[in-house]
């Protein structure tokens, strides 16, 4: 059985550019999760879909950063304008349905120069 | 607010001996704790699953126990390997959300 996917694994842009992660969830998992991770730090949640909802997206900077989540399937994570500090990488989890085991993907290595 | 701490931040052990890694944390109304392991450049991958009614999970040679009383959780890793070296993270959930500690880099020497 496939995992989380994600794409693409690396990503290099100049800042003020726009720039789009994608994420495929384990299939019949409703629950999907985006979360940032800092080098040498944990994972913090940026937004929590239960299926095509946004149930929690309080950690989100909405004035440039974006997310949704069609049919309750795939997602995509937006940023606009990318800013030197969003360098970081962009991990996307799944699970069954909410509080149940986390499966996360290769991430997304984002790099803005 | 819940706040994860894990103590060593950097382990070196050599093969074969047998290590526990710390998780503590300050809430302990919790719904599940998941201790993770991450490769340099890679995602995280699932190693054990606590729930908030159990007190341990084995998985091969790893072995993570839950106090909730104390607030910790520990990773027992018995008989490590050259190939255990990574990053090990915890997390936990609770009201629907999960906080991660910043984890623990094992280097298992040859």
């Known amino acids: 059985e496939a995992g989380v996917v994600q794409s693409p694994r690396y990503k290099i842009i100049e800042k003020k550019q726009p720039v789009a992660f994608w994420c495929n969830p384990i299939?019949?998992?409703?629950?999907l999760y985006w979360y940032l991770q800092n080098l040498g730090q944990g994972p913090e949640l940026l937004i929590r879909?239960?299926?095509?909802?946004?149930?929690?997206d309080s950690q989100l900077p909405k004035d440039r950063f974006s997310a949704e989540r069609l049919k309750g399937v795939d997602s995509t994570l937006k940023i606009q304008p990318a800013e030197l500090g969003d360098s970081a990488v962009y991990l996307c989890a799944s699970s069954l349905v909410q509080n149940t085991e986390a499966f996360f993907g290769q991430g997304t290595r984002l790099t803005v120069v | 607010k819940q706040e994860v701490t894990q103590i060593p931040a950097a382990l070196s052990v050599p093969e074969g001996e047998n290590l526990v890694l710390n998780c503590s944390f300050t809430d302990s109304a919790i719904y599940n704790l998941q201790w993770f392991r991450q490769d340099p450049g890679k995602g995280l991958t699932s190693l054990l699953l606590i729930q908030s009614s159990q007190r341990e999970q084995t998985s091969g040679r790893l072995n993570a126990s839950l106090d909730k009383s104390s607030g910790r959780s520990t990773l027992y890793i018995a008989a490590s390997q050259p190939g255990d070296s990574a990053t090990y993270l915890c997390a936990l959930t609770g009201g629907f959300k999960t906080i991660f500690g910043a984890g623990t880099r094992l280097f298992v020497k040859a």
């Open positions: 879909y239960e299926n095509e909802e946004a149930v929690d």
């Open positions: 299939s019949g998992h409703n629950t």
